[in-house]
Antibody, heavy 118, light 107 residues
Framework: EVQLVESGGGLVQPGGSLRLSCAASGFIVSSNDMSWVRQAPGKGLEWVAGVIKDEVTYYLDSVRGRFTISRHHSGNEVFLQMNSLRVEDTALYYC????????????WGQGILVSVSS | DIQMTQSPYSLYASVGDRVTITCRASQNIGKWLAWYQQKPGRAPILLIYGAANLQSGAPSRFSGSGFGTEFSLTISRLQPEDSASYYCQQAHTFPITFGQGTRLAIK
């Protein structure tokens, strides 16, 4: 069974940093594209960052230069390093797996809350 | 970036109704379109990928259609458990983008 479990969220002041972790089981993270998607309270879904084959990475414009996505193959984990956090980064962050073909995000973690506030 | 526009924003329907939600892309995305269902306090669930393919485990009353810039999600016979928010998402180009969502409530 495919499972994604996020950790590392919490309350942080503006300008602070957090590192989110996503532990995967039931598949190998290097065999699928992986992304982080967030959802601000009461709002819709917003893709944040993705990593594809050859570790090529993509970012939402508003987080580029502040966030870094990576994956640890031996530990079967995906990470999101978040620096220079802003109030508008407050959201529930989901770790997601891309389907191997024809698009779609077929597995989602339960989400981890990041709150940025002074 | 590719903009995704869903309509309607909210929808009220009765059990047994046929319901259609539409999604428009700001540029041609071929068949690279997915649909999700999200219930309050839960992670989204993939319903449809490749515009028209039913994800394993999704009920057969859900179907998708469209190509290029115009897409739709249809629920053939609405059930009480279908009360949720629905999102479309383009998988054609990074950055991945979602529609703003459609809230479906059962009368």
């Amino acid at each position: 069974e495919v499972q994604l479990v996020e950790s590392g969220g919490g309350l942080v002041q503006p300008g602070g940093s957090l590192r989110l972790s996503c532990a995967a089981s039931g598949f190998i993270v290097s065999s699928n594209d992986m992304s982080w998607v967030r959802q601000a309270p009461g709002k819709g879904l917003e893709w944040v960052a993705g990593v594809i084959k050859d570790e090529v990475t993509y970012y939402l414009d508003s987080v580029r230069g502040r966030f870094t996505i990576s994956r640890h193959h031996s530990g079967n984990e995906v990470f999101l390093q978040m620096n220079s956090l802003r109030v508008e980064d407050t959201a529930l962050y989901y770790c997601v797996r891309h389907r191997s073909s024809e698009g779609g995000l077929d597995s989602w973690g339960q989400g981890i809350l990041v709150s940025v506030s002074s | 970036d590719i903009q995704m526009t869903q309509s309607p924003y909210s929808l009220y329907a009765s059990v047994g109704d046929r319901v259609t939600i539409t999604c428009r892309a700001s540029q041609n995305i071929g068949k690279w379109l997915a649909w999700y269902q999200q219930k309050p306090g839960r992670a989204p669930i993939l319903l449809i990928y490749g515009a028209a393919n039913l994800q394993s485990g999704a009920p057969s009353r859900f179907s998708g259609s469209g190509f290029g810039t115009e897409f739709s999600l249809t629920i053939s016979r609405l059930q009480p458990e279908d009360s949720a928010s629905y999102y479309c998402q383009q998988a054609h180009t990074f950055p991945i983008t979602f529609g703003q969502g459609t809230r479906l409530a059962i009368k």
